[in-house]
């Protein structure tokens, strides 16, 4: 089987890659690190993450999804561990209750991003478990029907969701396939958590994984990670491009003004970047960039993936870590092949977020 176990150094390069693919959200590179510290001080030793190729599962376990639900400022200071392993726990039990029972084997991200990536890592480190080469988006969304899980095809419901002292909810849907409420109900619940909580569900098995999720994407987060952490590497971009990565930047500048607000479990708002040439580029965002701007004209949309570092050290940016005054580095990444399965109707998923900024034109997509 193609299973390899990943260091404590290679966790980190996927932290890193995976911050940057979640293009402004998927939760800070920050947020993941401090759950690694954390789990180390609680399990000292070696560190052996089992990572298992998507075409290897036992076609009949399941994989499911674990992630943290809320605005990215207010989980950002917290210790997450018990919000996501209460959640995990409750759908694992919810799961062996269903008629046929459902036995969780793996763990599988829901999206990338330095925080989110991380917390389905925590869930096979804690429960000796692997972890899947593949999540349910291939960048991070703002919600669960702007996941590929749910644009795809596949079931949202059941759901469990759980805080940090183990209140817990489960969520069950007459439509398994209801997003829109579930996302509705699930931050009804995650605001009465005090804006965060532990989320699992989206329960999967391999033929699903294979057929309609993005595989392969920890790997790529990894090869990433490795290029931003490399000290003599400081065209991130152009070294991105170089292994494969279809990638290229916008532009390097500084960041004059930041603009947020948080709502109903939602950071909203806009960053202002002067480039070196004195052109202004604006990034819209709803935790997660949804369009970038040049001189007011829009250049690109999503689900193409609006991305951001600091140019010194190759730091992956999340909207919630950009502050005034900061030196930028503004650039793109191509989406996953797997969003363009059903292209219309994964634009009209995004159409309320962007309309939600002001843009209500078609999708300007990712080009050379």
Not at 173 to 184: H, I, Q, S, V
Not at 259 to 288: C, L, M, R
């Amino acid at each position: 089987m193609a299973r390899r176990d990943m260091n404590e150094s290679q966790i980190i390069d996927v932290i890193w890659g995976a911050t940057l693919l979640g293009g402004g959200g998927g939760g800070s590179l920050k947020n993941g690190m401090d759950l690694l510290n954390k789990y180390k001080e609680d399990h000292p030793g070696k560190i052996n993450l089992n990572l298992l190729e998507c075409s290897d599962l036992d076609p009949f376990n399941y994989a499911a999804v674990t992630a943290g639900m809320g605005a990215p400022k207010a989980i950002k200071d917290v210790d997450f561990s018990a919000y996501a392993t209460n959640a995990y726990n409750a759908l694992s039990d919810l799961a062996m209750k269903l008629d046929p029972p459902r036995r969780l084997k793996y763990s599988i991200a829901v999206e990338m991003g330095g925080f989110n990536t991380f917390v389905p890592m925590l869930i096979s480190l804690v429960n000796d478990i692997p972890f899947i080469d593949a999540d349910g988006a291939g960048r991070a969304v703002p919600a669960l029907n702007t996941l590929l899980l749910h644009i795809n095809g596949l079931d949202t419901s059941p759901l469990a969701m759980a805080d940090g002292k183990n209140n817990r909810v489960t969520i069950e849907m007459a439509n398994t396939k209801d997003a829109e409420l579930a996302e509705e109900i699930g931050r009804h619940i995650c605001m009465a958590f005090s804006m965060m909580s532990g989320l699992s569900g989206w329960m999967v098995r391999r033929d699903e994984i294979e057929k309609y999720l993005p595989c392969g994407t920890v790997t790529l987060a990894e090869k990433i990670g490795k290029v931003l952490r490399a000290a003599n590497t400081k065209d991130k971009f152009a070294e991105l491009k170089r292994i494969g990565v279809a990638c290229h930047p916008f532009c390097e500048g500084e960041v004059t003004k930041v603009e947020t607000i948080t709502e109903k479990g939602f950071d909203y708002g806009k960053v202002y970047i002067k480039d070196k040439a004195g052109s202004q580029w604006i990034i819209f965002f709803q935790n997660e960039n949804l369009l970038v701007t040049r001189n007011d004209l829009p250049i690109m949309t999503v689900p193409d993936i609006i991305c951001t570092y600091q140019p010194e050290s190759g730091l992956p940016l999340t909207n919630a870590d950009i502050e005034e005054k900061m030196p930028i580095a503004l650039g793109a990444i191509k989406v996953d092949k797997k969003w363009e399965m059903y292209p219309e109707k994964m634009f009209d998923m995004w159409r309320p977020f962007l309309k939600r900024v002001g843009y209500e034109k078609e999708r300007i997509p990712y080009k050379e």
